[in-house]
């Protein structure tokens, strides 16, 4: 069992920065690829970035040169910086994990609103 918990969002205006993180914790030695999916209201969850144990790194389209994503694998942490954001980057941020011959664990999900 690997539990998520993502810290991070907030209201900020068009042009502005965020930090997203997420720590996990349980069975954490088993965790490969670890990552963010957003879900703006009626519509579907969608891959932002993801990265592998190695940090090898891949972003959606709409969100590359802005949004960089990192790792501490010691410390079980994913991070998702966001600059630049704008308002179409307006909804939840759940973070996932990949648990090696097993399943994909999520979080909560953190609310991040991008408006002025």
């Known amino acids: 069992q690997v539990q998520l918990v993502e810290s991070g969002g907030g209201l900020v205006q068009p042009g502005g920065s965020l930090r997203l993180s997420c720590v996990a914790s349980?069975?954490?030695?088993?965790?490969?690829?670890m990552g963010w999916y957003r879900q703006a209201p009626g519509k579907e969850r969608n891959l932002v970035a993801l990265?592998?144990?190695?940090?090898?790194?891949s972003y959606v389209d709409s969100v590359k040169g802005r949004f960089t994503i990192s790792r501490d694998n010691a410390k079980n942490r994913v991070f998702l910086q966001m600059n630049n954001l704008k308002p179409d980057d307006t909804a939840v941020y759940y973070c996932?994990?990949?648990?090696?011959?097993?399943?994909?664990?999520w979080g909560q999900g953190t609310q991040v609103t991008v408006s002025s």
């Open positions: 996932f994990a990949d648990v090696v011959n097993s399943r994909t664990y």
């Open positions: 349980g069975t954490t030695f088993s965790i490969s690829t």
């Open positions: 990265i592998s144990r190695d940090d090898s790194s």
